[in-house]
């Protein structure tokens, strides 16, 4: 599913500039945003009391709907938004409804 968002080449060149970006002051950032993840967090998230506004793509293959449905029913005040034919990068194809849907309080 994926594939077929970087065959559009306004997609793929934005994604490509956002990459190199993200990377332009080395790798560091990117090594500890993999270490987050893959590490305790120091709180439970069922204690999130913020209201959590979550994407997902029903076909993606990185985040799958099994995280989706997880963190759904985990988080107390969490609503739940799915792009049945969407992949990992739904936010490229579906960025006005996505950024739409925030509360900037």
Known sequence: ????????????????????????????????????????WGFDIRDISNTISFWGGGKDETTPPEITDYLSHTLTHCQTNIIENGGHYILFEHFEKVVGNMDFQ
């Open 1 to 40: 599913v994926d594939r077929l968002v970087f065959r559009q080449p306004a997609l793929s060149t934005l994604f490509i500039a956002s990459l190199a970006e993200s990377f332009k002051q080395g790798t560091a950032a990117f090594a500890w945003d993999l270490r987050a993840i893959g590490s305790e």
